[in-house]
Each structure stands twice: as C-alpha cells, then as structure tokens.
C-alpha cells in the first residue's frame, strides 16, 4: 500500500509540474443544457407491446 501511495504522488506532482509548464492547454468546450447529440427514439413499429 505505501508504494502504491508513493507512485501515485509521484504521477500527480509530474503531471502537475507538466501542466505548469505547459503554454497550452486543451479542454472540451461544454455542451449547451438543450442541446442532444441524439434525436429522441420513436416506438420503432413495435405495436401492440403497451
């Protein structure tokens, strides 16, 4: 357990010393709230099945 411990901190302070130096970052842009990647689903022809 307290090697797991130890390499974890070491991943997180070598990503975070990275992202310090670092000029650029990308991020996802978020998605407005109405917006729906997928169009709603419709009954598909199943009659009988409510």
Same mark, same amino acid.
């Given at each position: 357990?307290?090697?797991v411990s130890r390499?974890?901190?070491e991943n997180a302070a @070598?990503?975070?010393a990275m992202l310090l130096t670092t000029e650029v970052?990308?991020?996802d842009e978020?998605?407005?709230a109405g917006a @729906?990647?997928?169009p709603p689903m419709g009954?598909?022809?199943m009659g009988g099945m409510m």
């Amino acid at each position: 357990p307290t090697k797991v411990s130890r390499v974890a901190l070491e991943n997180a302070a @070598s990503i975070a010393a990275m992202l310090l130096t670092t000029e650029v970052v990308l991020a996802d842009e978020p998605e407005e709230a109405g917006a @729906s990647a997928h169009p709603p689903m419709g009954g598909g022809g199943m009659g009988g099945m409510m």
